[in-house]
């Protein structure tokens, strides 16, 4: 479905304001009410369910990571879709993953935990900057091409690797997001686990 000018400049304008509140406010978790949930539900390709169940999931993950230990809470970004659980970030030690993916494990609804955390002590402040770039490069990219349903993505980067989840209208589409991944300046990897939508796993 193509989308008009108006809401092109609508999203463009959202995504930008977003970037900047992230760059202004370093690893702030942002918490969507239930109606917001509702509201972005509607244009996705999940059912208004899915997204509710999603929202709950991640916000038990990351409220069981809080009681585990308050520092993999505040390392460890959780992205949700259709129970399938990634998680991405820095943690200094490989016991941090292993115990990330246990606590993911443990929440109802979670069909499949995507460990996707490195493990690393070096990362700093102008690495962090420079994902920041590289992701909202990429949702800039993504908004501005009328083929890509940009938001049925999410995307995490972190120490100049992608991280791409979701739903892909088609293969073409899929392509189309992991090419321009894959050209902004800077990118070393980008890992997909995106679905296409007519996916039989989705079922």
């Known amino acids: 479905m193509q989308r008009s000018a108006h809401t092109h ?48 999931i991640g916000l038990r993950v990351k409220d069981g990571f809080l009681a585990f230990n308050s520092s993999l809470f505040a390392k460890v970004s959780v992205d949700v879709v259709e129970g ?49 770039r590289i992701s909202t490069e990429l949702r800039y990219r993504m908004v501005a091409d009328t083929t890509i349903s940009e938001i049925n993505y999410n995307i995490d980067t972190v120490n100049a690797t992608i991280y791409l989840i979701g739903i892909a209208q088609n293969q073409a589409e899929l392509d189309r997001v992991t090419n321009y991944a894959r050209s902004i300046k800077g990118v070393k990897q980008v890992v997909s686990h995106v679905r296409l939508k007519d996916d039989p796993r989705r079922g």
Do not use: H
Request: glycine share 8%; with cysteine; charged share 15%.
């Open 9 to 56: 400049t609508a999203w463009v304008g959202l995504g930008l304001a977003l970037a900047a509140l992230m760059a202004t406010s370093a690893c702030v978790p942002v918490i969507m009410g239930g109606a917001a949930t509702v509201g972005l539900a509607a244009a996705q390709e999940r059912t208004v369910g899915d997204a509710l169940d999603d929202t709950a």
């Open 84 to 132: 399938r659980v990634l998680l991405t970030g820095v943690v200094p030690a490989p016991q941090d993953r292993v115990d990330a993916v246990r606590i993911a494990w443990q929440v109802p609804g979670v069909k499949e935990v995507l460990n996707e955390l490195q493990v690393n002590n070096k990362t700093s402040i102008a690495d962090y900057f420079s994902d920041v």
